[in-house]
Nanobody, 124 residues
Framework: QVQLVESGGGLVQAGGSLRVSCAASGRTFSTYVMGWFRQAPGEEREFVAAISWSGGNTIYADSVKGRFTISRDNAKNTVYLQMNSLKPEDTAVYYC?????????????????WGQGTQVTVSS
């Protein structure tokens, strides 16, 4: 069982940077694939990035590739999403998700554990 709590959201101007974090409880965090998703008002939840249990493999949505970086620190039971060159269209609630799988997945339904989300607002 893993519980996830996001933090670090906020308001930032376009072109700025922000790092959101996801702290996990539970001894099995280091064996979980972790992902970040986001959901804007009136939109479906969409995949942002995912990272393997070791941190050695990552995948990104095309819309954030080259601007966002996912990373994890298994000693701290935390996964991060560093967001650079932010755009107004990045505005959304950002959720972290995890699952006991070896395969990086982009579908939200593939993840069994979710945090409550943190709001990221990018002003133009």
């Amino acid at each position: 069982q893993v519980q996830l709590v996001e933090s670090g959201g906020g308001l930032v101007q376009a072109g700025g940077s922000l790092r959101v974090s996801c702290a996990a409880s539970g001894r099995t965090f280091s064996t979980y694939v972790m992902g970040w998703f986001r959901q804007a008002p009136g939109e479906e939840r969409e995949f942002v990035a995912a990272i393997s249990w070791s941190g050695g493999n990552t995948i990104y949505a095309d819309s954030v590739k080259g601007r966002f970086t996912i990373s994890r620190d298994n000693a701290k039971n935390t996964v991060y999403l560093q967001m650079n060159s932010l755009k107004p269209e990045d505005t959304a609630v950002y959720y972290c998700a995890g699952d006991a799988t070896r395969i990086l997945r982009t579908r939200a339904s593939a993840y069994g554990y979710w945090g409550q989300g943190t709001q990221v607002t990018v002003s133009s």
